[in-house]
């Protein structure tokens, strides 16, 4: 089942517009992951937020976490056209299993239009 | 560092045929994870093994399984294929933890005809 839910499902902006996305959660989480996919391909892996923490930047890419909302967003500034990809937001919460498991949402379509 | 490879990278079998995946790691990283990512469910997760041991186990029938090799190195198997296996495989290594900064390899596309 999915955890996290991103918002909008699609995105569609002009290169050097900034792009937000959005993800909401229903667990307590452990930390929350943000990562990128070009068509068809392996994930990549973009920012790690933990839960004690609310903000967190990394070259043009800033993410904030809300726990009381169990919420985050991804902000990437000054987008460029290789910006066009899809982004996941994966939250890692204790399995019960002994271990911690990721679980991904559907993710956000980002297009950057030149 | 080399990063992390699956093999095959793409597949076409039939449906009641079994298949097998393979995935090597980062070297050092002892977690693996598979994952299932299909159009309409998304990115789903599997199992994840460490130190050989399955660690973790999604919600899926017993007609996948995997295992994990003393030097990381992990498959997954799918039995009896379904139509409705048609989907992209991916495996990630980590560290230590499922909870870590997941390395995604590229996949395999498995088509199930």
């Known amino acids: 089942s999915q955890q996290g839910e991103e918002d909008p499902q699609a995105l569609s902006i002009q290169e050097g517009e900034n792009a937000t996305m959005n993800c909401s959660y229903k667990?307590?989480?452990?930390?929350l992951q943000w990562y990128r996919q070009n068509s068809g391909r392996g994930l990549v892996h973009l920012i790690l937020i933990r839960s004690n923490e609310r903000e967190k930047h990394s070259g043009r890419l800033r993410v904030t976490l809300d726990t009381s909302k169990k919420s985050s967003s991804l902000l990437i500034t000054a987008s460029r056209a290789a910006d066009t990809a899809s982004y996941f937001c994966a939250t890692a919460a204790f399995s019960g299993a002994g271990s911690y498991q990721l679980t991904f949402g559907k993710g956000t379509k980002l297009s950057v239009i030149p | 560092k080399a990063g992390v490879t699956q093999t095959p990278r793409y597949l076409i079998k039939t449906r009641g045929q079994q298949v097998t995946l393979s995935c090597s790691p980062i070297?050092?990283?002892?977690?693996v994870s598979w994952y299932q990512q299909t159009p309409g469910q998304g990115l789903q997760f599997l199992f994840e093994y460490f130190s050989e041991t399955q660690r973790n186990k999604g919600n899926f029938p017993g007609r996948f399984s995997g295992r994990q090799f003393s030097n990381s190195r992990s498959e997954m198997n799918v039995s009896t294929l379904e139509l409705g296996d048609s989907a992209l495989y991916l495996c990630?290594?980590?560290?230590?933890?499922?909870?870590?900064?997941?390395?995604f390899g590229p996949g395999t596309r498995l088509l199930v005809l």
């Open positions: 990630a290594s980590s560290l230590v933890s499922g909870e870590e900064t997941q390395y």
């Open positions: 667990t307590s989480i452990n930390n």
């Open positions: 070297s050092g990283h002892r977690s």
